[in-house]
């Protein structure tokens, strides 16, 4: 089956350190997604790209995230610097066109666990 | 906005039961999908089931069907015969037709499944 892979699975750092985290979405999918989940506010949506273009990371702060896509195969994540409020697991997940997904739904990543103390 | 509501923090449900866990959500929207997403000890999420808005019928997927009430902005997951991989979190999932295509998550369900 395809995956959307993501690097790290786990980090741990200290505050104030760059965070990168890292996806590569699956083969064809055209629409990425970045999710970070925590115990207190669920999952939220902190940005996302189609054709690799940015449409909306209003849910990113803006300070210290940054998110990009620099081709097809790769997207990243971006702290910095880091606060240990932003322990948490991130998400990546794509899709293809909107037929494909809502049939088959958007594919998740396993997550990168980010611990910041 | 919209948002997702997932009253129940926690349930469970003994092997080969039934357990029906709820959702409800708040759009003026007239068109949008539904979703179930599982969400196991390993992280990973799982789409369980979906339901276009326009469609009047109950999605069924094997085990799991849900209640769509469109009226009352409803949509309860019905797992049958639980199975012990059914333990993990459930999250209940919108979307709006036509617009950004941002899933929008409940808080989730944590199901235990008991031998």
């Known amino acids: 089956d395809a995956r959307v892979t993501q690097t790290p699975r786990h980090k741990v750092t200290e505050m104030g350190q760059e965070v990168t985290m890292r996806c590569q979405p699956i083969?064809?999918?055209?629409?990425v997604f970045w999710y970070r989940q925590t115990m207190m506010q669920g999952l939220e949506l902190l940005a996302y790209f189609r054709n690799r273009a940015p449409l909306d990371d209003s849910g990113m702060p803006k300070d210290r995230f940054s998110a990009e896509m620099p081709d097809a195969t790769l997207a990243t994540l971006k702290i910095q610097p880091s606060e240990p409020r932003d322990s948490a697991v991130y998400f990546c997940?794509?899709?293809?066109?909107?037929?494909?997904?809502?049939?088959?739904?958007?594919?998740f990543g396993s997550g990168t666990r980010l611990t910041v103390v | 906005a919209q948002t997702v509501t997932q009253s129940q923090p926690e349930m469970s449900v003994q092997e080969a039961e039934t357990v029906t866990l709820s959702c409800t959500y708040d759009?003026?929207?007239?068109?949008?999908?539904l979703f179930w997403y599982k969400q196991p000890p390993s992280r990973q999420m799982i789409l369980v089931i979906r339901q276009e808005a326009y469609k009047q019928q109950n999605a069924t997927e094997n085990r799991f069907s849900v209640n769509f009430q469109k009226a009352a902005k409803s949509f309860s997951l019905k797992i049958s015969d639980s199975q012990l991989g059914d333990t993990a979190m459930y999250f209940c999932a919108f979307m709006h037709q036509g617009g950004s295509e941002k899933l929008v998550f409940g808080k989730g369900t944590k199901l235990t499944v008991n031998p």
């Open positions: 083969l064809g999918h055209n629409t």
């Open positions: 759009t003026s929207e007239n068109n949008y999908y």
């Open positions: 997940a794509s899709g293809g066109g909107l037929g494909q997904w809502v049939t088959y739904g958007y594919t």
